[in-house]
């Protein structure tokens, strides 16, 4: 599994709170993601980090802000969270060399009341 | 920019029987690559397809590249129970610095009866 783990696994916070989400992976790896998956959509991708604080947008980067102080942790926040924010979601790695798989952490479920 | 459709969206068969998932992409693609994501779990890389034309196969799972790198496929022969989940293809953009970034179908869930 690439080393990484995500924190928390489970979450529930009411409309309008500020949340958190965060990817930590062992090996070293460059480039991370986060996603977020929902029925009927797939994986979109929300963030993506190319090394220490080099990041950048996905397709659907409104509302959410992460940063990378460190190689190993990404964090995902979602500033005010809404109920439309409540997802999956998904942080990656992409391995080294020149191929462009990617393997995945376990998710983050968090529902937005 | 770019979108990927995969078709069906769902797909329930009898043991045994064979099962097909495509894939389309709306620019060419440098690469396209399939992750299989079992209930309640998180995806997870299943193969890579880069050149035009190339066929893999993986047991009884074959893997299709279209000529214009544009389309997949994904095919199961003789499905068993062990093949339920969600079957995705991801799109890398061909040209340009991309930085690994992955545009994934909405997913193929497959349900087995047995």
């Known amino acids: 599994d690439a080393g990484i783990t995500q924190s928390p696994r489970h979450k529930v916070t009411e409309t309008g709170t500020p949340v958190t989400l965060r990817c930590h992976q062992t090996e070293n790896h460059r480039y991370m993601y986060w996603y977020r998956q929902d029925p009927g959509h797939g994986l979109r991708l929300i963030h993506y980090s190319y090394g220490v604080k080099d990041t950048d947008k996905g397709e659907v980067s409104d509302g959410y802000s992460v940063s990378r102080s460190k190689t190993e942790d990404f964090l995902l926040t979602l500033e005010s969270a809404t109920s439309s924010q409540t997802s999956v979601y998904f942080c990656?790695?992409?391995?080294?060399?020149?191929?462009?798989?990617?393997?995945f952490g376990p998710g983050t479920r968090l529902t937005v009341t | 920019g770019q979108q990927v459709m995969q078709i069906p969206q769902y797909q329930h068969v009898q043991e045994g029987e064979d099962f097909t998932t495509y894939c389309n992409s709306s620019t060419t693609l440098s690469n396209i690559q399939w992750y299989k994501q079992r209930p309640g779990g998180h995806p997870v890389f299943l193969i890579q397809?880069?050149?035009?034309?190339e066929v893999k196969k993986q047991k009884r799972l074959t893997f299709q590249f279209g000529e214009a790198k544009k389309n997949s496929s994904l095919h199961i022969t003789a499905t068993q129970t062990t093949d339920v989940g969600t079957y995705f293809c991801?799109?890398?953009?061909?040209?340009?610095?991309?930085?690994?970034?992955?545009?994934f179908g909405q997913g193929t869930i497959l349900t087995v009866h047995p």
């Open positions: 991801a799109g890398n953009n061909a040209g340009g610095t991309s930085y690994g970034k992955l545009t």
């Open positions: 397809l880069v050149k035009s034309g």
């Open positions: 990656a790695i992409r391995t080294q060399g020149g191929s462009y798989e990617q393997y």
